[in-house]
Nanobody
Framework: QVQLVESGGGLVQAGGSLRLSCAAS????????RGWFRQAPGKEREFVAA????????NYADSVKGRFTISRDNAKNTVYLQMNSLKPDDTAVYYC???????????????????WGQGTQVTVSS
């Protein structure tokens, strides 16, 4: 089993920045990729970004390209989401997730992910 714990959410004004962290524990050597999703009230959970845990591949939703950056620290088993130029539409609960299967295809699909964190609230005021 793998446990994921997010931190770093909060309230920020539009145009501001936040950095989310997701620490993994347990059988982390089994992980292939890590991702971030978000869910706003009344909306479905949507993909934000993903990163290959050993290689250099990353993937971003069009809505966050150029504003958000996903990165990792393998020694700390932690993945980060640096969020800049935040907009009110970015307001959501942000979830960290992890994939076991060794395939990059469909990395934007929530159903591909095996483990999920509890989520951290990000609120962007206008």
């Amino acid at each position: 089993q793998v446990q994921l714990v997010e931190s770093g959410g909060g309230l920020v004004q539009a145009g501001g920045s936040l950095r989310l962290s997701c620490a993994a524990s347990g059988r982390t050597l089994s992980l292939y990729a890590r991702g971030w999703f978000r869910q706003a009230p009344g909306k479905e959970r949507e993909f934000v970004a993903a990163i290959h845990w050993r290689g250099a591949s990353t993937n971003y939703a069009d809505s966050v390209k150029g504003r958000f950056t996903i990165s990792r620290d393998n020694a700390k088993n932690t993945v980060y989401l640096q969020m800049n130029s935040l907009k009110p539409d970015d307001t959501a609960v942000y979830y960290c997730a992890a994939v076991k299967s060794a395939s990059w295809s469909n990395i934007q699909l929530a159903s591909k992910y095996d483990y999920w964190g509890q989520g951290t609230q990000v609120t962007v005021s206008s």
